[in-house]
């Protein structure tokens, strides 16, 4: 799983973590506290269960901060299910290194871990329907690439990184183009090639843009009644994806209209971080 990371993504999100962290005085509560030759072992371990996800992340921290003087020795994976009090990583080197890094690698790997872990609930939420949980762009600046991978860690898959890479014409494209058929003709006249979505939000439209060639529509803020319409007249000549009153609570009803997809932002916006903590260790 963690080969789908860029070394140097992780390095600038590290980068950018510890400058937030350490100006020119450092850390100065350790500093003064600890001794220089303080050698000591610690280890995360979780307040809950979940799914965990950012461990390369961790590894990167402590070695920007120690320059390669700390050891992390992981005991699961990106993607596993931990239980309350799973140790997940030990890390060993010198004290005052494993306390700078302390809060920049529990702050993302407990972010990431959350995400995975609202991920997962999803995912099961709807299993055995064939309907897949998807992200979308509504993540925090910066930090996208780490939090689609987490979606994907928890089960989840990516639609689109960027503005760039595949199109998603929304309701303000719709009326500045004239129409929905008209914005679906729009894009796919300039390119031609390019992952295109078009949303929705009556049945009407769908029709239109489904007998325009449409392959991916998205109903947005639709009913159950209205969805079933949409699923019936596509009859699998375009993918369909939910987005918008989708709830943990009524996931699997919507699933069951045969969707193929549901977008969740929550799963970034929105989720709660994984309470983890690092325990000082006897040893």
Same mark, same amino acid.
């Given at each position: 799983m !963690?080969?789908e990371?860029?070394?140097?993504?992780?390095?600038?999100?590290?980068r950018? !973590?510890?400058?937030?962290d350490?100006?020119?005085?450092? /850390?100065?509560?350790?500093?003064?506290?600890?001794?220089p030759?303080?050698?000591?072992?610690?280890?995360?371990?979780?307040?809950?269960?979940?799914?965990? @996800?950012?461990?390369?992340?961790?590894?990167?921290? &402590?070695?920007?901060?120690?320059?390669?003087? +700390?050891?992390?020795?992981?005991? +699961?994976? #990106?993607? #596993?299910?931990?239980?309350?009090?799973?140790?997940? *990583?030990?890390?060993?080197?010198?004290?005052?290194?494993? $306390?700078?890094?302390?809060?920049?690698?529990?702050?993302?790997?407990?972010?990431?871990?959350?995400?995975?872990?609202?991920?997962?609930?999803?995912?099961?939420?709807?299993?055995?329907?064939?309907?897949?949980?998807?992200?979308?762009?509504?993540?925090?600046? =910066?930090?996208?690439?780490?939090?689609?991978?987490?979606?994907?860690?928890?089960?989840?898959?990516? &639609?689109?990184?960027?503005? !760039? /890479?595949?199109?998603?014409?929304k309701?303000?494209?719709?009326?500045?183009?004239?129409? +929905?058929?008209?914005?679906?003709? *729009?894009?796919?006249?300039?390119?031609?090639?390019?992952?295109?979505?078009v949303?929705?939000?009556?049945?009407?439209?769908?029709?239109?843009?489904?007998? @325009?060639?449409?392959?991916?529509?998205?109903?947005?803020n639709?009913?159950?009644?209205?969805?079933?319409?949409?699923?019936?007249?596509?009859?699998?000549? *375009?993918?369909?994806?939910?987005?918008?009153?989708l709830?943990? !609570?009524?996931a699997?009803?919507?699933a069951?209209?045969?969707?193929?997809? &549901?977008?969740?932002?929550?799963?970034?916006?929105?989720?709660?971080? $994984?309470?983890? =903590?690092?325990?000082?260790?006897?040893s």
């Amino acid at each position: 799983m !963690s080969t789908e990371l860029d070394p140097a993504m992780i390095a600038d999100v590290v980068r950018r !973590s510890l400058v937030e962290d350490i100006d020119e005085a450092g /850390d100065v509560t350790t500093l003064a506290t600890i001794a220089p030759d303080a050698v000591g072992a610690c280890r995360f371990v979780t307040r809950q269960a979940g799914v965990i @996800a950012g461990l390369p992340v961790v590894s990167a921290v &402590f070695d920007t901060v120690s320059e390669g003087r +700390v050891s992390v020795t992981e005991h +699961v994976a #990106d993607g #596993d299910s931990v239980q309350r009090g799973d140790v997940l *990583a030990e890390v060993r080197g010198p004290v005052r290194d494993l $306390l700078t890094a302390e809060r920049p690698a529990l702050n993302l790997l407990g972010h990431l871990s959350g995400v995975a872990t609202a991920t997962r609930q999803w995912v099961d939420a709807v299993a055995g329907t064939g309907t897949q949980i998807r992200d979308t762009r509504k993540t925090m600046p =910066g930090l996208r690439a780490l939090e689609k991978y987490a979606v994907r860690c928890g089960g989840g898959v990516t &639609f689109r990184t960027s503005l !760039s /890479d595949a199109a998603l014409i929304k309701d303000n494209h719709v009326a500045a183009a004239g129409g +929905v058929v008209a914005a679906f003709e *729009a894009v796919r006249r300039h390119y031609p090639n390019l992952a295109l979505e078009v949303e929705v939000d009556t049945v009407d439209q769908a029709r239109e843009v489904i007998d @325009a060639g449409a392959e991916l529509v998205l109903l947005d803020n639709m009913s159950l009644e209205d969805i079933r319409a949409v699923v019936a007249y596509s009859a699998g000549r *375009a993918q369909l994806e939910a987005s918008g009153g989708l709830r943990l !609570s009524n996931a699997r009803e919507v699933a069951e209209t045969g969707v193929d997809y &549901f977008a969740v932002g929550a799963l970034t916006h929105s989720a709660a971080v $994984l309470d983890i =903590g690092l325990d000082f260790s006897e040893s």
